[in-house]
T-cell receptor, first 113, second 110 residues
């Protein structure tokens, strides 16, 4: 089945220790998104790629970076995680070109000690 | 004003009840509207897209009122398994970005 896969599902890191979260998709979608979701809050868009074009949200901290080496994969790098970065990180994809529906991976739950 | 606003609930209803959620959006240029369902500690899943003419999928009916800029979701014959958070989602009128409401919590009880 076509899907969005995220690894790892759970990540524990220490304060200030860099961490990388990965996302892959078999949907062949043009657009990939990274969201941060904290308890009882809406998913918050961090950035997205339309093909290779990177689009950062104005309020996304510099601590968060992303890479998309090819259509299938996208990575979220948190350079120096703080306690406030503990959250669920969701990857999503959409077809672009007017196809707005987004399909989410299962998420990575990040704990910062 | 928030771009997408929802009543957070919770809505506590008995099995078999009919329940309706409303959502308002601020950007009159928005063209795409969705309802997503999110279970506790899981990812959002697309429940249904919302079309101008309204659309129905089994027990679920979605309506769009562009003039008043609101969207509704009606659930008939509620099941225990309908318990979840329902997210109203709207595109921002350009680009490929969606804006999520904070969600409405539904609890269906036996």
């Amino acid at each position: 089945d076509a899907m969005v896969i995220q690894n790892p599902r759970y990540q524990v890191t220490q304060f200030g220790k860099p961490v990388t979260l990965s996302c892959s998709q078999t949907l062949n979608h043009n657009v990939m998104y990274w969201y941060q979701q904290k308890s009882s809050q809406a998913p918050k868009l961090l950035f997205h790629y339309y093909d290779k074009d990177f689009n950062n949200e104005a309020d996304t901290p510099d601590n968060f970076q992303s890479r998309r080496p090819n259509t299938s994969f996208c990575f979220l790098d948190i350079r120096s995680p703080g306690l406030g970065d503990a959250a669920m990180y969701l990857c999503a994809t959409s077809g672009g070109q007017g196809k707005d529906e987004q399909f989410f991976g299962p998420g990575t739950r990040l704990t910062v000690l | 004003r928030k771009e997408v606003e929802q009543d957070p609930g919770p809505f506590n209803v008995p099995e078999g009840a009919t329940v309706a959620f409303n959502c308002t959006y601020s950007n009159s240029a928005s063209q795409s509207f969705f309802w997503y369902r999110q279970d506790c500690r899981k990812e959002p899943k697309l429940l249904m897209s919302v079309y101008s003419s309204g659309n129905e999928d089994g027990r679920f009916t979605a309506q769009l009122n562009r003039a008043s800029q609101y969207i509704s979701l009606l659930i008939r014959d509620s099941k225990l398994s309908d318990s979840a958070t329902y997210l109203c989602v709207v595109n921002i009128g350009y680009g490929n970005k969606l804006v999520f409401g904070a969600g409405t919590i539904l609890r269906v009880k036996s």
